[in-house]
């Protein structure tokens, strides 16, 4: 069965700039994989950032913006702030409906 | 404005059977795939599987398929995920999600519903 991954952990100094990755445990992520984006604070339900490699969603600054880096899809936030501090979900389509979420990466800001 | 709502918290015994509600409002309810999205206490989310309504074409992750069974009953806006035989590793909270436009991704999100199995 096809794993996606993340990294598990990250940290970013406050106005600094991180990106998470998302890749594939066999072959390379490419937009056709439409790769998306999500945020969710504990206790919440998660929020949608960035679909379709790199449209953002509604309401989304455009500190957060998506793309292909390598093999991998990629999330970059730019100027991160105190309350991007959450964990991070990519999702990979795999065709014929199916969906498979990545392992998620927990982001820290300090 | 699109909205999902779910149905409240459950708490059932192992082998007791569970459907759990999804209603749509503020768009065309049977023209958007319905999916659902598990998350056990303290873990990730998980992709189970999804609805269109209009015609009740369903798709389920492998790791779901025979496990749950998604529904929709598009004469009132509302999808459901079904147990017939709960066990305590069901115990987590369920997100039924719209997807978008195209269907690969999810745009909105209901506010979940927190289902515990216990003895």
């Known amino acids: 069965q096809t794993v996606v991954t993340q990294e598990p952990s990250f940290s970013v100094s406050p106005g600094g700039t991180v990106t998470l990755t998302c890749g594939l445990s066999?072959?390379?992520?490419?937009?056709?994989?439409?790769p998306s984006w999500y945020q969710q604070t504990p206790g919440q339900a998660p929020r949608t950032l960035i679909y379709s490699t790199n449209t953002r969603s509604s309401g989304v600054p455009d500190r957060f913006s998506g793309s292909i880096l390598g093999n991998k899809a990629a999330l970059t936030i730019t100027g991160a702030q105190a309350d991007d501090e959450s964990d991070y979900y990519c999702?990979?389509?795999?065709?014929?409906?199916?969906?498979?979420f990545g392992g998620g990466t927990k982001l820290t800001v300090l | 404005e699109v909205q999902l709502g779910q149905s409240g918290a459950e708490m059932k015994k192992p082998g007791e059977s569970l459907k759990i509600s999804c209603e749509g409002s503020g768009y065309t309810f049977s023209s958007y795939w319905i999916g659902w999205v598990r998350q056990m206490p303290g873990k990730g989310l998980e992709w189970m599987g999804i609805i269109y309504p209009a015609d009740s074409d369903t798709r389920y992750s492998p790791s779901f398929e025979g496990q749950v069974t998604i529904s929709a009953d598009k004469s009132i806006d509302t999808a459901y995920l079904q147990w017939s035989s709960l066990k305590a590793s069901d115990t987590a909270i369920y997100y039924c999600v719209r997807h978008g436009r195209p269907s690969t991704y999810f745009d909105f999100w209901g506010q979940g519903t927190l289902v515990t199995v216990s003895s």
């Open positions: 999702v990979l389509y795999m065709g014929r409906g199916i969906s498979v």
């Open positions: 066999s072959g390379s992520v490419s937009t056709s994989y439409y």
